[in-house]
């Protein structure tokens, strides 16, 4: 059963802007703050940004000023918007709950590529 579905991820150039977009399950989503975190090969998940049931951003220093996390409680969908992106910004992006991600949740991510 799919609960967080990802979508949005591509291959862009450097200085360039991707939405990431998160759809997930109301059982998830009603409530619970959110994050997207980020995975590169070999490393382990790192957090990228989070926000409060209420609307409430907090971000990690490498995404502070580039980055905004959004949601739509009433669709129950969580957005990633990403500006001037950069080649370390290459990942698979996920979604999950925060501050302790469900193993349960994970989803498949979406890839971001930044390459000239």
């Known amino acids: 059963q799919v609960q967080l579905f990802e979508s949005g991820g591509g291959s862009v150039q450097p200085g360039k802007s991707l939405s990431l977009t998160c759809q997930a399950s109301?059982?998830?989503?009603?409530?619970?703050?959110m994050a997207w975190y980020r995975q590169t090969a070999g490393k382990q998940r790192v957090l990228v940004a989070s926000?409060?049931?209420?609307?409430?951003?907090t971000y990690a220093d490498f995404a502070k000023g580039r980055f905004t996390i959004s949601r739509d409680n009433a669709k129950n969908i969580l957005t990633l918007q990403m500006n001037d992106l950069k080649s370390k910004d290459t990942a698979i992006y996920y979604c999950?709950?925060?501050?302790?991600?469900?193993?349960?949740?994970w989803g498949q991510g979406t890839q971001v590529t930044v390459s000239s």
């Open positions: 999950n709950v925060f501050p302790e991600p469900s193993y349960d949740y």
């Open positions: 109301v059982m998830i989503f009603m409530a619970n703050p």
């Open positions: 926000i409060s049931s209420g609307g409430v951003p």
